[in-house]
T-cell receptor
Framework: GAVVSQHPSWVICKSGTSVKIECRSLDFQATTMFWYRQFPKQSLMLMATSNEGSKATYEQGVEKDKFLINHASLTLSTLTVTSAHPEDSSFYIC????????????FGEGSWLTVV | QKEVEQDPGPLSVPEGAIVSLNCTYSNSAFQYFMWYRQYSRKGPELLMYTYSSGNKEDGRFTAQVDKSSKYISLFIRDSQPSDSATYLCAMSEKTSYDKVIFGPGTSLSVIP
């Protein structure tokens, strides 16, 4: 069964509005979660590393004021796309580390964002 | 040179064939190697995970890591139409909290 839950799976929003995507680790605590973005037929691009109780670490070229990340608890990280534009339309995926014999990363089901 | 290289395909094979998927990488510090399967419009699903060099088998899947050549492989035996998906290799350096770097993925189609 799923170990990382992501919600919503699909969201359509109007240009200029903000959208929040949630990522939850099920049955385990995740002090670190990761947010990725994937365009059609392309690989996953890491956007930021979300750390529980502290500020997220953003990858080069990712606007931290546009993509707000909050990791308020050991099982929940949220990504808010602020003032969304059509070019923000993409597949957003979160992942969390689970210590099972080493470095194992589990992904959520992803969230399709369409900005119209 | 990209950190992780992977032939994007598409790769098309008949049902029952043995499939070989490969990745090369440039960072000799990578120690953790993973293979993910991603169906269209879904999040990646972890298939295999290996640490350092060697082989690991799980059912029809075998993962191989050759750190001296910076080359990893995933073999799928007796391929099935349900194996049709994009396969992503991924790797990281140290711990669970390290960045995971993904290959671009190989699109596989298994024809009945």
């Amino acid at each position: 069964g799923a170990v990382v839950s992501q919600h919503p799976s699909w969201v359509i929003c109007k240009s200029g509005t903000s959208v929040k995507i949630e990522c939850r680790s099920l049955d385990f605590q995740a002090t670190t979660m990761f947010w990725y973005r994937q365009f059609p037929k392309q690989s996953l691009m890491l956007m930021a590393t979300s750390n529980e109780g502290s500020k997220a670490t953003y990858e080069q070229g990712v606007e931290k004021d546009k993509f707000l990340i909050n990791h308020a608890s050991l099982t929940l990280s949220t990504l808010t796309v602020t003032s969304a534009h059509p070019e923000d339309s993409s597949f957003y995926i979160c992942s969390a580390s689970r210590q099972v014999g080493g470095n194992t990363i589990y992904f959520g089901e992803g969230s399709w964002l369409t900005v119209v | 040179q990209k950190e992780v290289e992977q032939d994007p395909g598409p790769l098309s094979v008949p049902e029952g064939a043995i499939v070989s998927l490969n990745c090369t990488y440039s960072n000799s510090a990578f120690q953790y190697f993973m293979w993910y399967r991603q169906y269209s419009r879904k999040g990646p699903e972890l298939l295999m995970y290996t640490y350092s060099s060697g082989n690991k088998e799980d059912g029809r899947f075998t993962a191989q890591v050759d750190k001296s050549s910076k080359y990893i492989s995933l073999f799928i035996r007796d391929s099935q139409p349900s194996d049709s998906a994009t396969y992503l290799c991924a790797m990281s350096e140290k711990t669970s909290y390290d960045k995971v770097i993904f290959g671009p993925g190989t699109s596989l189609s298994v024809i009945p």
